[in-house]
C-alpha cells in the first residue's frame, strides 16, 4: 500500500514515505541520532533492512556494502559488535545473522566460531551472559536461542537447562521477568516465549493467564503497554502481538483499534513511525509500527514470523528449507 506525493490519506500505511525516510537514515551519518546509534548500528540495520524486507523493498540497498560492513564488525572470538572496532555482544551477533539470513548470504560466515561464541555465553544454571562482562537477562536467552537455531547449532548449548531457566523466569501472573522474580514485562515476555516457541517448549506456558495478561495492555486508545498502569507505545504492538499470536490468543484484542493507533504514529509527510501520536519518529519504532501492522495482516506488508523476527520467506528457507 502506498500513496502519491499530492494525496496521502489518513489512515493508511505511507510505505513509500517509511522506504525514503529508512532510505535517508543510512545516509545522515552526522546527526544526532546517527552518532548516538553509533555504537548499536547493527540493531538500526537490522530494524531498517527488515522493514524495507517487509515493505518488500530490499532491492533499494547495496548488498555487498551491507555485507562487507557487517563483517568488519566481527571480533576475532567469532561474535559481532554493534560498529567496527567496538566490542562483542550477542545482541548484535543475533542482528548481524539475521541481516545475513535476509540477504540470504549465510553461507560468509564460520558457523562453527560463531556459534561457539554464543554457546559459550551459557551459564551453568542454563542462562546467559550478554557478554564477558555476564550480566544475565532472559533476553540473553532468547537472542542466543534464536542465533543458534537459524544456525542449526542448537545441539551446542544444554538445551533442558535454557528451558528449565526461563520457565524459572515464569511469574504467578503467567507472564515473565528478565531474572527469577523480576517483575513481567512485555518485552522479557517475548523473549521467554520466543525461546519457547523455538525450543518446541510452548507447554511450560499457562496460555490463558498469559493471554489474559497480555489483552490487558490494550488501552482506550488502541495501543498496547509493557506492563501495567504505563504508556502505550508502538513497540509493544510487537512484543505483545508476537506474544499472543505464539500462544495462540491474539483474537483476544481489538485489532482495527491497533491498527488505527499504530497509523497515527506516523509522520505523514516525512515517513517514520514514533511511540505514540505526535511524537518524533525513529528507525526503533518504524520497525516494530510495521512489524505490528504485517502480525495484523495489514495489507501489502509481508508476514512476519513471530518467533524469529524475520519474513516468513526467509524462515521457511532457512529453517524450513522450503
Ligand atoms: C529480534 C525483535 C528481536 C529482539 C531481540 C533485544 C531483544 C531481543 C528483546 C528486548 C525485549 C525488551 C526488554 C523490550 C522492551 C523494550 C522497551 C521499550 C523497554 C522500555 O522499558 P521501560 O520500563 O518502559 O522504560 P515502560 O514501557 O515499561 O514504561
Not at 546467559?128 to 542465533?147: A, K, L, N, P, Q
Request: contains cysteine.
Amino acid at each position: 500500500m502506498s500513496s502519491t506525493s499530492s494525496s496521502f490519506q489518513m489512515g493508511e500505511l505511507v510505505a513509500d514515505r517509511h522506504v525514503r525516510y529508512i532510505l535517508m537514515a543510512e545516509k545522515k551519518k552526522e546527526s544526532f541520532e546517527s552518532v548516538v546509534m553509533d555504537h548499536l548500528r547493527m540493531n538500526g540495520a537490522y530494524w531498517g533492512l527488515t522493514t524495507l524486507a517487509l515493505l518488500d523493498k530490499l532491492g533499494s540497498v547495496s548488498v555487498d556494502e551491507v555485507v562487507s560492513w557487517l563483517m568488519t564488525c566481527q571480533h576475532e572470538s567469532g561474535g559481532f559488535a554493534g560498529n567496527t572496532g567496538h566490542d562483542p555482544h550477542v545482541l548484535y551477533t543475533l542482528s548481524a545473522v539475521q541481516i545475513l539470513a535476509l540477504f540470504d548470504k549465510l553461507d560468509i560466515l564460520d558457523v562453527g566460531k560463531v556459534s561457539s561464541y554464543v554457546a559459550g555465553l551459557q551459564n551453568e544454571d542454563g542462562s546467559f551472559s550478554g557478554d564477558m562482562w555476564g550480566e544475565v537477562d532472559t533476553r540473553f536467552s532468547y537472542i542466543s536461542i534464536c542465533c543458534l537455531s537459524i544456525l542449526k547449532c542448537l545441539d551446542k548449548i544444554n538445551v533442558k537447562k535454557a528451558v528449565d531457566y526461563i520457565v524459572s523466569c515464569k511469574n504467578l501472573d503467567g507472564g515473565f521477568g528478565c531474572t527469577p522474580g523480576a517483575e513481567s514485562h512485555a518485552g522479557q515476555i517475548f523473549c521467554c516465549v520466543g525461546a519457547l516457541a523455538i525450543t518446541g517448549s510452548l507447554h511450560h506456558v499457562d496460555k490463558d493467564l498469559l493471554g489474559w495478561w497480555l489483552c490487558e495492555r490494550q488501552v482506550k486508545s488502541g495501543g498496547l503497554n509493557g506492563r501495567p498502569e504505563k504508556l502505550p507505545d508502538v513497540c509493544y504492538s510487537w512484543w505483545v502481538l508476537s506474544s499472543l499470536i505464539m500462544i495462540d490468543r491474539v483474537h483476544w484484542i481489538d485489532k482495527a483499534k491497533l491498527v488505527k493507533f499504530i497509523l497515527d504514529c506516523q509522520d505523514l509527510e516525512n515517513g517514520g513511525i514514533s511511540d505514540r501520536p505526535d511524537d518524533a519518529v525513529d528507525i526503533f519504532h518504524t520497525y516494530f509500527g510495521v512489524a505490528g501492522l504485517s502480525l495484523l495482516e495489514y495489507p501489502g506488508v509481508k508476514a512476519i514470523d513471530p518467533a524469529y523476527a524475520l519474513p516468513v520467506d526467509v524462515i521457511n528457507r532457512i529453517i524450513l528449507n522450503k
